[in-house]
């Protein structure tokens, strides 16, 4: 099936702009995980969502990122006025926790660039 | 607090050699420790998991609660093998926790 997809799969912005990424989760997944892979930091955690709810925001790193999501299915990030140091690749990952093994499957990521 | 950490950036063996990515995690609890291989091109995917106690394209990992240690290990590299690998940690939480990763190259 269906793996999870993430558009745009690249993003050049200008510093201040605002920009959107957008994922979309395996279907029948209710959790949905937002990570930053950036040079030198690894992998962070941004936030997690089950359903549309948002039990742990606690890696979003400044009031310019929020993310939202609808249907129990896609989910948008979105960082405002943009700054150099948001450039990063954004990945979206899937579960289904209530399947005992609650594997994590992660998307091609969006390579953001803030010039 | 949650850290796991790969002391290695950056591991180059030879084909043939055994080869041995070190990840040590802090956490107060018992924790589940994965290991993820992103090989080129490629998206993230869960290479094994401790609770698992499998071997994954030959590669095994043994949680050391002692050490608070999960070290990968193959008997023998092989060139697909190359690929960044990270640790991870689930906690209490389900977020996952990554260590910065290794480059794995594997001369031939």
């Known amino acids: 099936g269906a793996g999870v997809s993430q558009s745009p799969s690249n993003k050049v912005t200008e510093k201040g702009k605002d920009v959107e990424l957008r994922c979309d989760p395996i279907?029948?997944?209710?959790?949905l995980y937002w990570y930053r892979q950036s040079l030198g930091q690894g992998l962070e955690f941004l936030i997690y969502?089950?359903?549309?709810?948002?039990?742990?925001k606690s890696g979003l790193p400044s009031d310019r990122f929020s993310a939202e999501r609808t249907g129990g299915s896609v989910s948008t990030l979105t960082i405002q006025r943009t700054q150099q140091e948001d450039s990063a690749v954004y990945l979206c990952?899937?579960?289904?926790?209530?399947?005992?093994?609650?594997?994590?499957?992660f998307g091609p990521g969006t390579r953001l660039t803030v010039t | 607090a949650q850290r796991v950490t790969q002391p290695e950036k950056l591991l180059s063996v030879f084909k043939g050699a055994p080869v041995e990515l070190k990840c040590n995690y802090s956490?107060?609890?018992?924790?589940?420790l994965f290991w993820y291989v992103q090989y080129s091109r490629q998206r993230l995917q869960l290479l094994l998991r401790?609770?698992s106690r499998e071997s994954i394209k030959g590669f095994t990992a043994d949680l050391n609660k002692g050490e608070t240690s999960f070290h990968l290990k193959k008997p023998f590299a092989q060139e697909e093998d190359s690929a960044m690998y990270y640790c991870a940690l689930r906690g209490g939480a389900q977020k996952l926790v990554f260590g910065q990763g290794t480059r794995l190259t594997i001369n031939p």
């Open positions: 279907s029948g997944h209710t959790a």
């Open positions: 956490y107060s609890g018992s924790p589940e």
């Open positions: 401790h609770i």
């Open positions: 990952a899937s579960s289904f926790p209530l399947a005992g093994v609650d594997e994590q499957y």
């Open positions: 969502f089950q359903g549309n709810s948002a039990p742990d």
